[in-house]
């Protein structure tokens, strides 16, 4: 399975962005998917996950201000950012759950105060 990411940028702050990941290859053995960001010197985190029949779960950081949402069809999986802080400045990385753990390359989110 790959993942290629897309959408990142910079924004200032209260602004929104929206991730999202294409998968390709063996997507039928995808279950949930989810993205994690990271910072410099710290461990990555997880923002939300989706499970392959939509249930959601996010940080409590993120929550009231990210979506995120999967088309099954297309395979991909989005994540809408609202009401941007600086704080939420990392590299965004998909990731799935199938026979193995998926990950993306990374996209960078800069969010200016």
């Known amino acids: 399975v790959q993942l290629v990411e897309s959408g990142g940028g910079l924004v200032q702050a209260g602004g929104s962005l929206r991730l999202s990941c294409v998968a390709s290859?063996?997507?039928?053995?995808?279950?949930?998917m989810g993205w994690y960001r990271q910072v410099p010197g710290k461990k990555r985190e997880l923002v939300a996950l989706i499970s392959s029949a939509g249930i959601t779960n996010y940080a409590d950081s993120v929550k009231g201000r990210f979506t995120i949402s999967r088309d099954n069809a297309e395979n991909t999986v989005s994540l809408q950012m609202n009401s941007l802080k600086p704080e939420d400045t990392a590299v965004y990385y998909c990731?799935?759950?199938?026979?193995?753990?998926?990950w993306g390359q990374g996209t960078q989110v800069t969010v200016s105060s």
């Open positions: 990731h799935a759950i199938g026979r193995y753990d998926y």
């Open positions: 290859g063996r997507v039928r053995s995808i279950g949930a």
